[in-house]
């Protein structure tokens, strides 16, 4: 009997490796109307900022072909907001919950990485890698350097399990994995969506009132994939894994790759339930074939 | 748990006007509709990954349907008026704040083009008030929506932009008409922005309330993923509202147009 779907990220257990991905699943309480939340392995709350952030001009999204760009520029209620009306739902919940925290300057994220120990939350992703935003966010997340001292800045403050979540927007995204394993992260999380255009060929405009976005959907999985197990081989933390999952084999993909859990985004769209019924086919699939999910993990054979 | 992703199957997918189409769906067990919601449908294509909102035009609680009404005006929408009658399609609903006016109320409902379609629904599910509606389009072959709001209002007048069906102009030149003759305890509307802009001056002119219904290119439809905003003034200060949760209808007033 070797059938066994929990993981563990730095210490923290989670029911099954399935959460949800920041800033497609708010803080939860929209998609509690469609299933309990504790049938995921956790949730990854939208970006939280010091100061409420009114985000970009709409439009933010447009669909390209298997996938979607947004430009929603971290539009949240700052972080006293959440500590006051979310977070205390959200332990209520029964799942993990991973607060996600992004900020300007590395002032702000030392500040956040000391504010969110007063939260509930298991753990925390640090975004510095959100493309929408001019000041922080990926600029935080391109160079190695700045990966590393901002993740050890915030490592040095915070109590909780740190989860750097990086770019795909680099030259060389185990160089940053590595970089933020360095600066102390217990875990790493990729990849954040694609520098991207979509364009109006009748105004000869970009649809996005920002200009550009971040591309997620199926269509990004292969690259993910890719980073994926490139990261695997530079880290010796755990690494969850996200970009395009759409089913339980996309989850295996994964898993193989490397990963230890994985996120659900763009997929909570296009299905409400998606993130649940995903959880649901991969412990059918574990539980039918019985296997240990650690057994798949790096499991990946070369050609 | 309140909302259902629910497998719907479409009853009838008919053109009515050039380019604007009915679509029926069958929702087993269609649960309570206000009017001015709306319904999320996937389309049947995997490389189309969100989701169409269309507001519920009309809803048959004993047959379990609810109609649609929507112009082909890109790729998706093309998609959706050649799915043939028989096939299933994942539907959201309902969704959206909806407009239920206070039980006795006279209303009048004003529809701009497409921003008609919601009309029908909003007086089937306010059976307790009385409507009259005026409904506005370019020309004779965009008219739709005009038997149906008939049978259910107690006044329809049509306008259109060039006068080749009823009367010639815009819908709210014969609202203000309307407006200086009878009393109404709020105006419903929905179409364009700019129809809103002269909406707002005829209703602060006559007095009454007024109540649109938005749309915006959304994201996940219940008010997740924060990608359709609309601006609002509210207690004098400016913020977003989600046009998918906190809408689709708004007070004029409280808009930011």
């Known amino acids: 009997m070797s059938f066994r779907q929990q993981v563990e990220i730095a210490g923290v257990t989670l029911r099954n490796p399935i959460l949800t991905a920041s800033g497609t699943f708010g803080f939860g309480k929209e998609y509690a109307q469609f299933y309990p939340l504790d049938r995921l392995g956790g949730i990854c709350t939208k970006g939280l900022t010091l100061q409420p952030r009114l985000g970009n001009p709409m439009p933010r999204i447009a669909e390209s072909y298997g996938g979607i760009l947004n430009s929603v520029g971290l539009q949240n209620p700052g972080i006293e907001q959440y500590l006051r009306t979310d977070d205390l739902w959200l332990k209520e919940q029964d799942t993990v919950v991973v607060a996600n925290i992004a900020g300007s300057t590395l002032e702000d994220y030392v500040a956040m990485g000391e504010r969110i120990n007063d939260s509930h939350a298991d753990m925390v992703e640090l975004n510095i890698s959100c493309p929408n935003v001019k000041a922080g966010g990926m600029a935080f997340g391109v160079l190695p350097e700045s990966v590393e001292r901002v993740t050890r800045a915030v490592k040095d403050v915070c109590r909780k399990p740190i989860i750097t979540k990086l770019s795909p927007n680099v030259s060389c995204i185990a160089d940053n994995a590595r970089a933020a394993e360095q600066g102390g992260a217990d875990a790493v999380s990729l990849i954040n969506t694609l520098a991207a255009m979509a364009v109006d060929v009748r105004t000869r405009r970009p649809v996005l009132a920002n200009n550009h976005g971040g591309l997620s959907g199926p269509c990004v999985k292969p690259i993910a994939l890719k980073m994926v197990w490139d990261c695997y081989n530079a880290v010796s933390v755990p690494i969850i894994g996200l970009g395009g999952i759409t089913s339980y084999t996309d989850v295996l993909e994964f898993l193989i790759c490397g990963a230890t859990a994985v996120q659900i985004g763009t997929h909570n769209f296009t299905y409400p339930t998606a993130a649940a019924d995903i959880a649901r086919d991969l412990e059918t699939y574990l539980r039918d074939s019985d296997t240990d999910i650690r057994d798949l993990i790096g499991s990946l054979i070369l050609n | ?257």
């Open chain 2, 1 to 257: 748990m309140a909302l259902k992703d629910y497998a719907a199957q479409v009853l009838s997918n008919r053109p009515v006007a050039q380019d604007i189409y009915e679509m029926t769906l069958r929702v087993p067990e269609l649960p309570q509709i206000a009017g001015a919601q709306f319904v999320n449908i996937l389309l049947p294509t995997r490389e189309h990954v969100l989701r169409r909102p269309f507001c519920i035009c009309d809803c048959d609680r004993d047959a379990e349907t609810v109609t649609v009404c929507y112009a082909v005006v890109g790729a998706g929408t093309r998609i959706l008026s050649e799915i043939p009658s028989g096939q299933t399609l994942r539907a959201m609903l309902p969704l959206g704040n909806g407009y239920a006016p206070a039980a006795g109320s006279r209303i009048a409902l004003v529809g701009g083009g497409m921003g008609s379609a919601v009309l029908p629904a909003v007086a089937r599910c306010n059976p307790q008030c009385a409507f009259d509606a005026w409904i506005g389009f370019s020309d004779a072959s965009k008219v739709v929506l005009e038997e149906r709001l008939r049978s259910l209002c107690d006044s329809v007048t049509v306008t259109t932009d060039n006068g080749s069906a009823g009367r010639r102009g815009f819908v709210t030149d014969a609202l203000d008409e309307a407006l200086s003759n009878a009393r109404y305890d709020a105006v419903f509307a929905c179409g364009p922005e700019i129809m809103y802009r002269s909406l707002a001056k005829v209703a602060a002119r006559h007095g009454v309330p007024a109540y649109v219904s938005l749309e915006q290119r959304m994201g996940c439809g219940i008010g997740a993923c924060l990608v359709c905003n609309c601006k609002v003034k509210r207690n004098g200060e400016q913020g977003y509202a989600r046009v998918c949760k906190d809408g689709p209808v708004f007070a004029l007033e409280e808009i930011v147009l």
